[in-house]
């Protein structure tokens, strides 16, 4: 257990990504302060200072020291605190689970993005090519596994999972249900989620399409 004040998140309730960071150390049983930015209304100065130059959520401060980048953090979580480990142990299969993570990373959230940021035709062209990166995942990464590593939760899990409080979200913009088309991809979200350390800090996905909604109006999309 780590004492208060040595592991801070520099936070934003919204944030998948930040969920990674949160998922990642209740797996390893670490407690953590979190520190709620606001990115519209002014940041902080310490989150200025500790990622000049991305200035995003989520910073991690380990004694003081800053990370930036979640996928980043989440590693170095399982490097510092190595019991339960998340990512695997043979080199093959690590290196399987970074190009998962890759790809999750450069591929889902910013197709998911542009369902509920986008308009007319735009919608319907994200819309499938969300659907068709979630088939991806479901065929290639998890097939007939329990999670995306085996038979226990880790790395790409903690990555993946984090960003499906946002799908509720998708789903409303773009008239589809990910449960239609991806069926084991939805029985691991399910099986994801009867995990305390993710349930506890998944932000409500209603709570979500409303913040959506107002970054919406924010943006002048209507
Ligand atoms: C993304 C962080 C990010 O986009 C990571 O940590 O994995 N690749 C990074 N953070 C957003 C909030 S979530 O959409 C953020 O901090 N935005 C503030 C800004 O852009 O000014």
């Not at 979580?77 to 043979?90: E, F, K, N, R, V």
């Not at 993005?113 to 035709?121: D, K």
């Not at 994801?192 to 409303?210: A, F, L, N």
Request: glycine content about 6%; hydrophobic content about 40%.
């Amino acid at each position: 257990m780590s004492k208060s004040g040595e592991v801070v998140i520099l936070d934003c309730w919204a944030s998948p990504f930040c969920v990674r960071v949160k998922i990642a150390l209740n797996e390893k049983g670490i407690e953590y302060e979190n520190r709620e930015e606001n990115l519209f209304g002014g940041k902080s100065e310490l989150l200025l200072k500790s990622n000049p130059i991305h200035q995003k959520v989520p910073v991690l401060l380990h004694h003081g020291k800053s990370l930036a980048e979640s996928t980043i953090i989440v590693d170095y979580i399982d490097q510092t605190w190595t019991s339960p480990p998340l990512l695997p142990s043979s080199p093959y299969d690590v290196a399987q689970a970074r190009f998962w993570a890759d790809f999750i990373d450069k591929k889902v959230f910013d197709a998911g993005r542009n369902i509920w940021s986008g308009q007319g035709e735009a919608v319907e062209v994200a819309k499938k090519e969300f659907i068709e990166i979630l088939k991806q995942l479901e065929e290639l990464a998890l097939a007939d596994k329990p999670f995306f590593g085996g038979d226990s939760f880790g790395y790409v899990d903690i990555l993946a999972i984090a960003l499906t409080s946002w799908f509720y979200t998708f789903e409303q913009y773009g008239g589809f249900k990910v449960e239609d088309h991806c069926p084991k991809l939805s029985a691991w979200i399910k099986r994801c989620y009867q995990r305390d350390t993710v349930s506890k800090v998944s932000p409500d996905p209603v709570k979500i399409y409303e913040f959506a909604a107002m970054l919406r109006k924010m943006q002048g999309i209507e």
